[in-house]
Nanobody, 125 residues
Framework: QVQLVESGGGLVQAGGSLRLSCAAS????????SGWFRQAPGKEREFVAA????????YYPDSVKGRFTISGDNAKNTVYLQMNSLKPEDTAVYYC??????????????????WGQGTQVTVSS
């Protein structure tokens, strides 16, 4: 069982930045892909970013491309989400997730086996 613990959420003004962290209880070499998702009130959970640990390849939807950056630190078993130029529409609970095996559907929450508890990000206008 892998446990994921997120941190770094909070309240920020539009245009500001936040960095989220997600620490895993297991070595990252046992994880194929780490991802970040978010869920705003009344909306479905949506894909935000993903990283393949072996290749370092990263993926983003158009809504965050150029503003968000996902990265990983193998030594710390931690994945990060750097969020810049934040907008009020980025307000949501952000979840990190880990997939044990490769899936081409990195954008689908069904591809992930483990989830963190979530951290609130609120962007004021």
């Amino acid at each position: 069982q892998v446990q994921l613990v997120e941190s770094g959420g909070g309240l920020v003004q539009a245009g500001g930045s936040l960095r989220l962290s997600c620490a895993a209880s297991t070595r990252t070499f046992s994880i194929n892909t780490s991802g970040w998702f978010r869920q705003a009130p009344g909306k479905e959970r949506e894909f935000v970013a993903a990283i393949r640990w072996r290749s370092g390849n990263t993926y983003y939807p158009d809504s965050v491309k150029g503003r968000f950056t996902i990265s990983g630190d193998n030594a710390k078993n931690t994945v990060y989400l750097q969020m810049n130029s934040l907008k009020p529409e980025d307000t949501a609970v952000y979840y990190c997730a880990a997939a044990r095996y490769y899936s081409s559907s990195y954008y689908s929450d069904a591809s992930y086996d483990y989830w963190g508890q979530g951290t609130q990000v609120t962007v004021s206008s």
